[in-house]
């Protein structure tokens, strides 16, 4: 009975749910279509790849498109860190995670992987906000598409920058269009930069992977994206697909 009743409820919201945002189309909000970026984005896109599951590049190949950018942003980035501290923030569990902590380990670096759920990969169970970490304590702190979801922003980055050594850095990706925090899913990339830059980090990579598709197939829409793109009041799906934004930056010099 709970299963019938939970499903009629369920419908019904979905139904008050389309009403609401048709309202909202209809009378109010217009979505941004320009933004003023702090820094420009250099587009990454592989142009030898005609198919998702025949790139070259990317190891994971029985994956989502979206994850194989993942997968490159981080051998690309962190397969070269050699004898570090690195923090890992949003490790997950061993099941989709583990990747980087296999990369930075095999050079001989210390990882550390903190989740707001206790996992069987997390080292220690923590919000991003408040981490049981004495200041200075590592080299590179590593986000991947983590960011997206933060409730407070300005809040964790300022805990990062705690916790960073004065010539640290931090490397954020998270995916544009797909789910998350509104920004994100607008992709409102002057707010983003503006929540880094006063936190007192200095921008010093900003890429878009795949935003410029070119011949590849686009990363497709379904129900989930849909429901986040109508909450942050995009109602036309047609020139919208997701792609992958990262960015590092740095402790400001002191």
């Known amino acids: ?9 369920e419908n019904i919201f979905i139904f008050l749910e389309e009403i609401y945002y048709d309202i909202v189309r209809k009378t109010s909000f217009k979505p941004k279509s320009k933004f003023n970026w702090f820094v420009p984005a250099t587009d990454i896109v592989c142009s030898e790849c005609s198919n998702y599951g025949q790139c070259k ?3 994971s190949r029985g994956e989502q498109s979206i994850r194989r950018c993942q997968r490159t942003i981080e051998k690309e980035n962190y397969g070269n860190l050699q004898n570090l501290d690195i923090l890992e923030i949003g490790c997950g569990a061993k099941e989709k995670g583990g990747y980087i902590k296999a990369l930075v380990e095999a050079n001989n670096c210390r990882w550390t992987g903190v989740d707001i759920l206790s996992t069987d990969l ?10 049981p970490f004495p200041d200075k304590s590592f080299d590179v702190a590593i986000g991947s598409h983590t960011f997206e ?5 300005h809040k964790a980055l300022k805990e990062i920058y705690r916790v960073l050594k004065d010539d640290g850095f931090v490397s954020l990706t998270a995916p ?25 980090f200095k921008i010093a990579k900003f890429e878009t ?6 011949d590849l197939p686009v990363y497709p829409l379904n129900d989930y994206n849909k429901k986040y793109l109508r909450k942050a009041g995009i109602f036309e799906y047609d020139n919208i697909y997701i792609y992958t934004v990262h960015l590092i930056f740095k402790k400001q010099e002191v």
């Open 209 to 214: 992977w795949r935003r410029k598709h070119s």
């Open 122 to 131: 997390a080292t220690h169970v923590c919000s991003v906000e408040k981490m």
């Open 149 to 153: 979801h933060w409730k407070k922003p």
């Open 1 to 9: 009975m709970n299963g019938f009743f939970g499903s009629i409820c």
């Open 57 to 59: 590049h990317c190891d």
């Open 176 to 200: 544009i269009h797909l789910h998350g925090e509104k920004d994100f899913v607008l992709g409102n990339f002057d707010k983003i930069q503006n929540i880094l830059l006063k936190t007192g």
